[in-house]
Every structure is written in structure tokens, then in C-alpha cells.
């Protein structure tokens, strides 16, 4: 999504991706088939780029690093991207920054049960590295709960009222430009499961949650776009949750609804061009398409999908349905943001995404 704005842009763009025919792949100039941590393959990508930037985070930094040293221009910087890829570190960053969070304590490994009876139940625990979408999450209701065996970030389980997301752009010269706070829901999984644009709440809480996102931007200091997750508590605190140093899934109703969407400020952000306007034109709900069964993906229902009014679908063109994998998104803008979320749910009924081996 990221390719599309970039060549609009008149960008020449290369991807570094391992699988051949990779979504971003069928869109980009050039394609360099290699893992996120083949330092070959990052070097070639490098050697033909002026600016390179991530749209996940899970990248070897060490291997950036070792670019951004030989002159390389990355954005956001490779430090930051290793701030963030750790939860832990991640979470004491925002506590020296005097920034709102849970309580919570930073473990070299998996909690015993002594640490769990120490630190008090229920606790979230979080992998530090490598989770997303909920994977490398677990709820421990006591101490006698199973952990997952990975290096740990304990968390107390804060009561959450809503889920919020607010994007937040931040240019080269440290300007930023802020979207309206939306709210997300999530499933049993903890996947996305709809996401209202703009956020129901009141405009004094709006300000705050704007306030307080671009305010972790600013600590962070890099340049790009960031997804900031905040809690809203029901005693109406907000808590930073987490940052991702990217366009971000809470953001992929831009590309319908916002003057400027994250994708082609993100690129216009590490290409150190002036940001756009983040000015909502319409209010919007988005839902993901998660594929059924597994195998070669087979599309069905697109009709029934498309003939409801304001739907736009995003299909990512991945080859393979797997448990649990997004296959794209569903956006549907309506002036009235209830009948926008009813259609949503309409259309992503009617339409399924299906591996042929059932
Ligand atoms: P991921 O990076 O995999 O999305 P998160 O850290 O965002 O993982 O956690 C996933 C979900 O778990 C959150 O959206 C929220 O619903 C719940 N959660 C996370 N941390 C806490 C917490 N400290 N207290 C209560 N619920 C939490």
C-alpha cells in the first residue's frame, strides 16, 4: 500500500522481500527476493535506494545499523526501530519519559511462579520480541498460570473502556501531523476486528488522546508515520499501550477517508517532503479479511461485497490462505458512521477468502 502512493509520487521503488511475488513485489520497479535478516540481500537493496524505510518491524538492525554507519539514509532510524522491537525496553522508554502506562517489570526470561505471586494477578504477559497481532500475548490470571518460555514483559491487566489508535506523521524537521483518534475492537485472537473512524468520544478527550500521541512521537523523535495504541481507562485515563514505527493497520482508512493517507505521508515523510493535510473527509469503518481454511486463496463473494454502497475492497494479493493470516481489509465510508459499521460487517460476511484445500 505503500508502493502505490510512492510511484504516484513518481518514486522509483524496490522491495526486499523473501517470497517471490510478494504483494509489494507486483507493484514495485524492482524486487530483491531475501529475508529481513540477510545482510546481502539488505545490502543490494541499499546500494540501489536513496532512502530506505519498513513496513513491518521485525527487521535485523544490527544489518541496518551496519548501513545507516557505511551512509546509508534509513528512516526511521535503525535505533529506534531496535527501541521498539523489544516491548520491554520499549515500555521503560515511555516510563523515563514521564509518559502514562501500565505498571510493569521487565524479565530476562520467562517469569517464574515466585516472580508472578511478587508482581500480583491477573498479569498480561507479553514476548518481548517478535509478537503482533496477539501473538506473544498471554493473560495469567495467577501465578500458577503457564508463561510463554520467552523472555518477558509483565503487565498489570488494566480495565480498558475503549481502544484507541491515532496516527501520528513527523517530519524530517520534526513538524508532526496527527489523525483523529479512532477506536478499535479486537476478537478473541486479539486480530482487529473493526475499526471506527473517527472515535466516538468527546472532543476534550480527543485533544487528550491527540495530545499524548504526538507527545510519544515526539520523545521516540523519528521520521515517519507511527501507530500509537492507547487505553482509555473507565475512570477516563489514557495509558500508552504501544507504538509501531509504521503505517499501521488503525490507519488503513485513510486511504478512503483522510485528505492525506498514511501510506503516501509515510513516503513523503522519508523522502524529508513536506506532510500533508490529515483532515478527515468522511467518517469510515474498517474491517480485515482473514482468510478461511488454507492453501491457494480463492476469492468469493466480491460481487455481493462491492454492491453495497461505499464499500472499497483491498485484496493484498497473497498467494496462500493460512490459519489466521489477513488476505487485505474492507474500508466502507458513510456520512452516518453506525450504517457504516452495520455495512461493514454486511460485506465482510459476503465476502470470504478461502484456501482450496478446505
Ligand atoms: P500486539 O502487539 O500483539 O498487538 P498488544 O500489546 O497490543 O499486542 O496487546 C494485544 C491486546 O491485549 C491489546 O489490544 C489489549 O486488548 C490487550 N492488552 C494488552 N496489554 C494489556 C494490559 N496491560 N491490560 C489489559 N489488556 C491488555
Not at 541499499?46 to 524505510?53: K, L, N, P, Q
Not at 454502497?309 to 474492507?330: E, F, N, T, W
Request: include cysteine; aromatic fraction near 4%.
Amino acid at each position: 500500500m505503500m508502493v502505490l502512493p510512492a510511484k504516484r509520487l513518481g518514486f522509483d521503488v524496490a522491495v526486499l522481500d523473501p517470497t517471490p511475488g510478494a504483494p509489494a513485489a507486483q507493484l514495485a520497479d524492482h524486487h530483491v527476493v531475501g529475508a529481513f535478516d540477510d545482510a546481502e540481500a539488505l545490502r543490494r537493496l541499499a546500494d540501489r535506494s536513496d532512502v530506505i524505510t519498513y513496513d513491518l518491524e521485525h527487521v535485523d538492525t544490527e544489518i541496518l545499523e551496519g548501513l545507516a554507519s557505511a551512509g546509508h539514509r534509513l528512516r526511521p532510524e535503525p535505533d529506534l526501530l531496535a527501541l521498539v522491537q523489544d516491548k520491554g525496553r520499549q515500555r521503560s522508554f515511555f516510563a523515563q519519559r514521564g509518559l502514562p502506562g501500565p505498571r510493569f517489570e521487565v524479565l530476562l526470561d520467562a517469569p517464574t511462579p515466585a516472580q508472578l505471586a511478587a508482581f500480583g494477578g491477573p498479569v498480561m504477559q507479553k514476548a518481548r520480541w517478535g509478537g503482533y497481532d496477539g501473538r506473544g500475548v498471554r493473560r495469567l490470571a495467577d501465578a500458577h498460570a503457564t508463561p510463554m518460555p520467552v523472555p518477558s514483559l509483565l503487565e498489570e491487566c488494566v480495565p480498558i473502556e475503549l481502544e484507541l489508535g491515532v496516527m501520528v506523521a513527523r517530519g524530517e524537521d520534526g513538524a508532526e501531523a496527527v489523525w483523529p483518534p479512532v477506536e478499535m475492537s479486537f476478537d478473541s485472537a486479539h486480530m482487529l476486528d473493526a475499526l471506527v473512524a473517527p472515535a466516538r468520544i468527546a472532543p476534550a478527550l480527543r485533544q487528550r488522546a491527540e495530545a499524548l500521541a504526538a507527545a510519544v512521537v515526539d520523545a521516540l523523535g523519528g521520521v515517519g508515520v507511527f501507530g500509537v495504541e492507547l487505553f482509555l481507562t473507565p475512570g477516563g485515563e489514557l495509558l500508552v499501550n504501544e507504538v509501531a514505527p509504521r503505517p499501521h493497520n488503525s490507519g488503513h482508512y485513510t486511504i478512503e477517508a483522510s485528505v492525506t493517507d498514511q501510506f503516501e505521508q509515510h513516503v513523503r515523510a522519508v523522502a524529508g517532503l513536506p506532510l500533508g493535510s490529515t483532515a478527515l473527509l468522511t467518517p469510515a469503518v474498517t474491517v480485515n479479511l482473514v482468510g478461511v481454511g488454507q492453501g491457494p486463496a480463492r476469492v468469493v463473494g466480491l460481487e455481493d461485497a462491492l454492491a453495497l454502497p461505499g464499500v472499497a475492497v483491498h485484496l493484498y494479493g497473497k498467494d496462500a490462505v493460512r490459519p489466521g493470516r489477513k488476505m487485505g481489509h474492507l474500508t466502507v465510508v458513510d456520512a452516518d458512521v453506525e450504517a457504516a459499521l452495520v455495512r461493514a460487517h454486511a460485506a465482510r460476511d459476503a465476502l470470504r477468502i478461502e484456501g482450496s484445500q478446505g
